[in-house]
């Protein structure tokens, strides 16, 4: 019989926490296979942190993983999977948008389809505002556009995956993860998942625009070279405007046609023109340098301040399956 996982990250999410484990814990409970919780505390800075440790003082079943400082998303999700030793892993929010009710379903369509994993499509986005849903629609269409690999559409973090997959997952090497991204590129069996992205059950985003736009970042420069590609283009195109506009100047003056000596306007165009161009082309570079920089340091995604498993420190690393 497989057991299973569920690996919550959170971040200063007092407001939410306690209703999002008693909900949790009632699917657990229900469910015909051994569960375990896993809360990943990426360096929560409000009550988070001993509400979860009293959560597990309470139930053995819950593994703490407590980081140093706040880390991100993606590497608190990382680590869950790192340190998970079930044969199935569920990721969950802990906001209560993907409804912990839904995991029996989940889990009867995998053993339904044989799937190694399946991931939830948000066929509505009821609790997010407009411009987050015009956002998120338009990130997942344009990743889409720009990268090598196909992603299914609209499908966050909140999926599942097996033990294949998250052996796979763990040997990689990249320090920036775009976990769902990832998940998709190991392949096998994957399936959907259609439900109804609730609204957050208390607290506010944890997700602000800045690490929205990092997030969005990280996804493209990861998984596409075409931001590069598409500054070269730019620069070729630049040098044929260049190109055609001198000609175009010379030939005036020897022609009398144009009074270019006198376009005090055009100069300027095109100086804040070409200007332009070479920053952005050579910001695109810098970000891809800044990406490659970062993962020749290769320090460690995350640390790990405490680990709780089963209400004590464990003897060795990794949370029980
Ligand atoms: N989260 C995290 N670290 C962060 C930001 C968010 O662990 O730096 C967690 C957060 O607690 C939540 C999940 O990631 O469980 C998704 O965050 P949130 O619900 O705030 O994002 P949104 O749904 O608004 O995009
Ligand atoms: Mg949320």
């Known amino acids: 019989m497989s057991s299973l996982s569920i690996i919550i990250p959170c971040y200063n999410e007092e407001a939410v926490i306690m209703e999002s484990y008693r909900r949790t814990k009632a699917v657990a409970d ?58 199935l892993a569920i990721i969950m929010d802990a906001d209560l948008q993907d409804p912990p009710e839904l995991i029996p379903d989940i889990l009867a369509l995998r053993d339904r389809e044989q799937a190694n994993a399946v991931y939830c499509v948000r066929r ?53 993860k775009y976990i769902r991204g990832l998940v998709s590129w190991v392949g096998f069996k994957q399936v959907p998942f259609y439900y109804k992205h609730e609204a957050r059950a208390a607290g506010t985003t944890k997700y602000p625009l800045s690490k929205m736009i990092r997030f969005a970042t990280l996804a493209l420069v990861y998984f596409s070279n075409k931001p590069l590609r598409l500054a070269m283009g730019l620069g070729f195109t630049a040098v044929v405007v260049g190109i055609v506009l001198a000609v175009w100047f010379s030939l005036g003056k020897i022609y009398g046609f144009s009074h270019a000596e006198s376009g005090w306007t055009s100069t300027i165009t095109i100086i804040t023109f070409f200007g332009g161009v070479q920053l952005l082309t050579v910001g695109v570079l810098g970000h891809y340098i800044g990406v490659l920089f970062d993962e020749v340091k290769a320090r460690p995604e995350y640390i790990i301040d405490e680990l709780v498993s089963a209400g004590e420190k464990p003897k060795r690393e990794g949370c029980p399956g």
């Open 30 to 87: 229900r469910l015909d296979i051994p569960a375990t919780i896993i809360y990943v505390n990426d360096g929560s800075t409000d009550r988070t942190r001993e509400l979860l440790n009293g959560i597990a003082e309470a139930d053995k079943r819950v593994c703490l993983i407590h980081f140093s400082r706040n880390f991100g998303h993606q590497p608190a999700v990382t680590a869950g999977i790192h340190h998970c030793s079930s044969d």
């Open 124 to 176: 509505s986005r009821e609790g997010d505002h407009a411009f987050k849903r015009a956002t998120a629609k338009a990130f997942y269409r344009v990743m889409n556009a720009m990268s090598e690999v196909q992603f299914p559409l609209d499908a966050g973090d909140f999926r599942l995956i097996d033990r294949k997959v998250m052996n796979e997952f763990g040997r990689l090497k990249e320090h920036g």
